[in-house]
């Protein structure tokens, strides 16, 4: 019997997966896709996919407020580049800071 974690191609992952960075987590805190529940994210996987779906929006618009998020893009690239969201003072402050920012 098939069950809500079998996948189109007939793979089975345990509960909790997340579906784009395979870490384990509690069902209850995934994010599932409306069409296919099957498929589930964890949170800072849904954030990420959110912050990559205002990236593509803001492609097709100008503005003020788009260069302002288009900056703040650019220095999370360098954050992430420089490691620095690893680093073991300046970690939890920029987690923080790219829960907040677009
Ligand atoms: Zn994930």
Redesign the pocket.
Known sequence: METPADTAQGRSDPPGR??????I?DPGLLVHLGNHPEVA??????RWAAKEAGAIEDRSKSGPLVTVREGFRGLRHEVLNRNWHRHPVFERPLRWLGKHLP
């Open positions: 997340c579906w784009c960075c395979g870490s987590d994210m964890c949170l800072p996987c849904a």
